[in-house]
């Protein structure tokens, strides 16, 4: 069966890196196109960046272009979202999801907290 399961996260100061992983298993990376998502406290949810499974091409948010980069191991059938420059407003449960639009019916972690803050 399908499950995703992310790490990685943590408090980090301004301007420090993270990286966030994503173990799949049930699947391959083959499968589905592979996102990250973000909920800060009284926001909605945010497509970070997602991974198409075939080929690839990454897609970003624009308030995370050039900061972070998506990547995926298909030895350990494990995504990565790696952090660079973090700001405050970067602070939030980081979700992984099996596609780039994130809807309902798509699977899901069950987050890990990122907290950027001095």
């Known amino acids: 069966q399908v499950q995703l399961v992310e790490s990685g996260g943590g408090l980090v100061q301004p301007g420090g890196s993270l990286r966030l992983s994503c173990a799949a298993s049930g699947f391959t990376l083959d499968d589905y196109h592979m996102g990250w998502f973000r909920q800060a406290p009284g926001q909605e949810r945010e497509g970070v960046a997602c991974i198409l499974n075939l080929g690839n091409s990454t897609y970003y948010a624009d308030s995370v272009k050039g900061r972070f980069t998506i990547s995926k191991d298909y030895a350990k059938n494990t995504v990565y979202l790696q952090m660079n420059s973090l700001k405050p407003e970067d602070t939030a449960v980081y979700y992984c999801?099996?596609?780039?639009?994130?809807?309902?019916?798509?699977?899901w972690g069950k987050g890990t907290l990122v907290t950027v803050s001095s």
């Open positions: 999801a099996t596609s780039c639009l994130g809807g309902s019916m798509d699977y």
